[in-house]
C-alpha cells in the first residue's frame, strides 16, 4: 500500500537533513508503527507524507498503492486515500465540525469523479460513525476543534477518518494528550477501521497505545533512519530498556 | 467665513418649502456645515481617506452593475421600501403599515407641523460632532430632501427593509432616516442596495428604556459606487443596539457610527464585515460614548483585502466619570490575501471613570498556514479552504447578527463573493 524508499528529506529553509534514507513497506491490512525519540524525524516523515509546506525531498520516493505521492498536492493525497491524524489538531473557529466534514466528503468524492452526497445521506452517516467514537450532537455542530479537550480533538480526528474511509491511515502521535480511557476509546475506533484493505502507520512515542493496536511491524527510527524492525515485541523492549540501550545496540 | 479657493464650494441655496421645524432644522444644519467646512485631507479623521470624490461638484460616474443573484434578504418577510437613486418609489414598496409601527416619507412630513420627527431631525447630528465634526452628516441634514421616519411603539414583528436601487450613473442620493423606538418597543431595521452613484445617508435613531434596535446592512456589490453613511444613536436605560454591516465592493465607503449610551445598563453592539478586491476603500469610524453607569459596548470590525484593496478602522471608545462597571470592547482585523493591500487602524480609549474593564485590540496578518494544510489534508482544495478560513476570520462578526436566518443571508452572501472571487472574476 505505502511504498517509502530511501527518502531523503530537509527543511526547506535550512540546509540540515532531517530524514537520511527512509525506506518502509506497509502493505495493505497490516499496521505498522514507527517509534523514537524525539527530533528521530517520525513527524517529519508523516508530513512529508501527507505534503505540508516547508519540507524539500532531496531524493528517494513515496508512492501510495504505485501513485507518486509527492507529486501531488495534500488534497490529492487525501483523495487517492491518504489521511494524516494530526498529533495537534488545528481549531477552525466559525466553520462548524459538520460543515467541515461534510465539505471534505464531497471534495474527495468529486476529485474522484463520484455523486456529491445528499445531506440526508450525510447526516445519517455522520450519526452513525459519531455514536461509536461517543461524539454528541453538540460536538458535530460546534466549530472545527474549537475548545475541544484534548481525547476530544483526537475522537474527532479518528472521527474524521471513519468518515472518510482513507486506505492508509497515518496516526501521528495519537495517544499524546490522552488519559488512559480516552486513549481506549480512540484505540478502539481505530481497531474498527482495521481491515483487509486498510493499512495504518501508527507513529508514536510510547508503547502504551500499542497497548490497544496492536502492530504487525514495528520500527525504531533514529536521527531520520530507520535503525531497527521487529514484530510487536521490539515495542516492549523499548518499554522496558529505553531507547538509549536499543540505540546503543545498533550503534 | 473665508474658504480657500481650493475647498469645494458649500451649497448655500436652501431646499424649498418645508415647515417651520424643518426649516429651522435646515438652517442650523447649514450655519454648522458652514462654520466646520467641508473634511479636508489634513483633518485627523480624513488622514487615512480621501475626502475629495464625497465632496467634489460632479458625480464621479459609476457604472451599474448587474450583481446576478437575488438580492440579500430575500428569505425574509419584510415590509419593504424602495428607494431608486435616492428617490423613494412607492409603486415598488409594500404598504407601509404594521401594528406598533408607523412610518411616514421626510418629503411628505416636511410639510406637516406637528409630527413626532421634528423633535428628532438634525438633533442627534447636532450632538454627534464632538470629538470631531462630522460635516458630511450636517450637509445630509441641511441638503435631505427624502428619507422615512420610523416609529416603533411596542414590539414590530416584520422588520422594515429599506432598499437603495441604483439606475443612474451619476446619481447623487442624499437620504435622511429617523427612526425611534419607544420605552420597551423593538424594531429590526435592513437595509440593502448599492443606492447611488453617490450615496450620503444619515441615520439618527433614539432609543427609549429597555427599547431594542437592531439593525442588518448590505451596501451592495457596485464596484465604481461611493458612499458616507452615519448612524446618530443615543440609547436610553437598559436599551439596546445592534447593528450589522457587510461591505462588499465599492470604490469608495465611509461608514461612521456615533453612540452615546444615556441611560443606566444599555447595550451597543456594533459589527462590521468588509470584502474588497482591487480598488476597494472601506472606512469604519465609530465613536461609542459611555455617558452612564453599567453599560456594555462591543465593537468587531473584520476585512478581507486582496489585490491593492484598502481597510481602515478608527474607533473611540470615551468612558465619562459617571460611567462606571463600563464594559467596552473593540476589536479590528484584517486579513490580507496578499502584499498589495493595507490596513490603517487608530484605535482609541478615553477613560475617566476608575471601575471600568474595556480591552481592544487590533491585528492583521494572511491566512493561517497550519490550518490551510489542515483542511487541506482532508481533501478540501487549496481556494475552497482558504474561503474557509476567511468565513472562519469572519465568523466573531457574523456572530453579533442575532437572528439567525439573517446571519444566514449574510453568511451565504460573503460564500457567493468569495467564490466568485476564488477565480479572479469580480
Known amino acids: ?251 | 467665513m473665508a474658504v480657500p479657493a481650493t475647498r469645494p464650494a458649500l451649497p448655500t441655496d436652501p431646499l424649498p418649502g418645508g415647515a417651520k421645524w424643518l426649516r429651522t432644522a435646515r438652517d442650523a444644519a447649514a450655519g454648522r456645515l458652514a462654520a466646520m467646512g467641508l473634511p479636508q485631507p489634513r483633518d485627523e479623521y480624513w488622514k487615512f481617506t480621501r475626502p475629495d470624490s464625497l465632496t467634489q461638484a460632479d458625480v464621479p460616474a459609476a457604472a451599474l452593475f448587474d450583481p446576478r443573484e437575488a438580492p440579500v434578504f430575500g428569505e425574509v418577510d419584510r415590509i419593504r421600501l424602495v428607494f431608486v437613486d435616492g428617490v423613494f418609489a412607492p409603486d415598488q414598496s409594500d404598504d407601509p403599515a404594521g401594528e406598533n409601527l408607523e412610518i411616514a416619507r421626510l418629503a411628505e412630513i416636511a410639510e406637516t407641523d406637528i409630527h413626532w420627527a421634528a423633535g428628532l431631525f438634525g438633533r442627534l447630528e447636532a450632538d454627534g460632532h464632538s470629538p470631531v465634526a462630522r460635516p458630511l452628516a450636517a450637509l445630509n441634514t441641511a441638503r435631505a430632501s427624502d428619507g422615512v421616519a420610523i416609529r416603533a411603539t411596542g414590539p414590530v414583528a416584520k422588520p422594515v427593509s429599506l432598499i437603495y436601487l441604483h439606475k443612474s450613473e451619476t446619481s447623487d442620493a442624499i437620504l435622511h432616516h429617523l427612526v425611534k423606538v419607544e420605552d420597551g418597543a423593538s424594531l429590526t431595521l435592513l437595509e440593502n442596495g448599492p443606492a447611488a452613484a453617490r450615496f450620503n445617508k444619515c441615520m439618527e435613531v433614539e432609543l427609549g428604556d429597555g427599547a431594542a434596535f437592531n439593525h442588518v446592512r448590505a451596501q451592495g456589490r457596485d464596484h465604481e459606487r461611493r458612499a458616507v453613511t452615519h448612524a446618530f444613536a443615543r440609547l436610553g436605560q437598559g436599551a439596546s443596539y445592534k447593528s450589522f454591516t457587510l461591505t462588499a465592493n465599492g470604490r469608495l465607503t465611509r461608514n461612521e457610527q456615533v453612540i452615546t449610551l444615556a441611560g443606566a445598563g444599555a447595550t451597543a453592539h456594533v459589527a462590521g464585515a468588509a470584502l474588497g478586491d482591487g480598488a476597494f476603500h472601506q472606512d469604519d469610524t465609530v465613536f461609542v460614548h459611555h455617558a452612564a453607569p453599567d453599560c456594555e459596548s462591543r465593537q468587531v470590525f473584520k476585512k478581507v483585502l486582496r489585490n491593492g484593496a484598502t481597510g481602515v478602522f478608527q474607533g473611540k471608545i470615551l468612558v465619562d466619570s459617571v460611567a462606571q462597571r463600563t464594559d467596552g470592547y473593540q476589536i479590528a482585523q484584517a486579513l490580507l490575501l496578499d502584499g498589495d493591500s493595507q490596513f490603517l487602524v487608530k484605535p482609541e480609549l478615553e477613560i475617566y471613570a476608575d471601575d471600568v474593564k474595556c480591552s481592544h485590540g487590533s491585528t492583521s496578518g494572511g491566512v493561517d498556514v497550519d490550518a490551510r494544510f489542515y483542511l487541506m489534508s482532508r481533501g478540501i482544495p487549496r481556494a475552497e479552504a482558504e474561503d474557509l478560513l476567511v468565513l472562519s476570520f469572519l465568523a466573531e462578526a457574523i456572530a453579533e447578527i442575532e437572528d439567525a436566518t439573517l446571519a444566514a443571508e449574510i453568511h451565504s452572501r460573503l460564500a457567493a463573493w468569495l467564490e466568485r472571487h476564488r477565480s479572479g472574476r469580480r
Open chain 1, 1 to 251: 500500500m505505502l511504498n517509502i524508499d530511501d527518502l531523503h528529506v530537509k527543511l526547506e529553509d535550512d540546509d540540515k537533513d532531517i530524514l537520511k534514507g527512509v525506506s518502509l513497506s506497509v502493505p495493505a491490512g497490516k499496521v505498522h508503527a514507527i517509534m523514537g525519540p524525539n527530533g528521530s524525524g517520525k513527524s517529519t516523515l508523516s508530513y512529508v507524507l501527507s505534503g505540508r509546506d516547508g519540507y524539500e525531498v532531496t531524493g528517494g520516493s513515496a508512492t501510495l498503492a504505485g501513485e507518486d505521492l509527492l507529486e501531488m498536492e495534500p488534497e490529492e493525497r487525501a483523495a487517492a486515500g491518504l489521511f494524516l491524524a494530526f498529533q495537534y489538531p488545528v481549531e477552525i473557529p466559525g466553520v462548524g465540525n459538520m460543515t467541515f466534514l461534510r465539505t471534505a466528503v464531497n471534495a474527495q468524492r468529486k476529485a474522484r469523479g463520484e455523486e456529491e452526497m445528499s445531506a440526508t445521506d450525510f447526516l445519517k452517516l455522520i450519526r452513525a460513525k459519531a455514536a461509536e467514537l461517543q461524539i454528541d450532537a453538540d460536538m458535530l455542530k460546534r466549530p472545527v476543534n474549537t475548545g475541544f479537550s484534548g481525547g476530544e480533538k483526537k475522537r474527532n480526528e479518528i472521527l474524521q477518518m471513519a468518515v472518510l474511509e482513507p486506505r492508509m491511515c497515518i496516526l501521528d502521535e495519537t495517544d499524546s494528550g490522552l488519559d488512559v480511557d480516552a486513549m481506549r476509546l480512540v484505540a478502539d475506533g481505530v481497531n474498527a477501521l482495521r481491515s483487509e484493505g486498510r493499512a495504518f502507520l501508527v507513529i508514536t512515542h510510547y508503547q502504551r497505545l500499542l497497548d490497544h493496536i496492536v502492530p504487525d511491524v514495528v520500527h525504531i527510527m533514529a536521527d531520520g533512519r530507520i535503525v531497527k524492525t521487529g514484530g510487536a515485541e521490539l515495542a516492549l523492549e523499548v518499554e522496558n530498556n529505553g531507547y538509549a540501550d536499543l540505540l546503543a545496540e545498533v550503534a
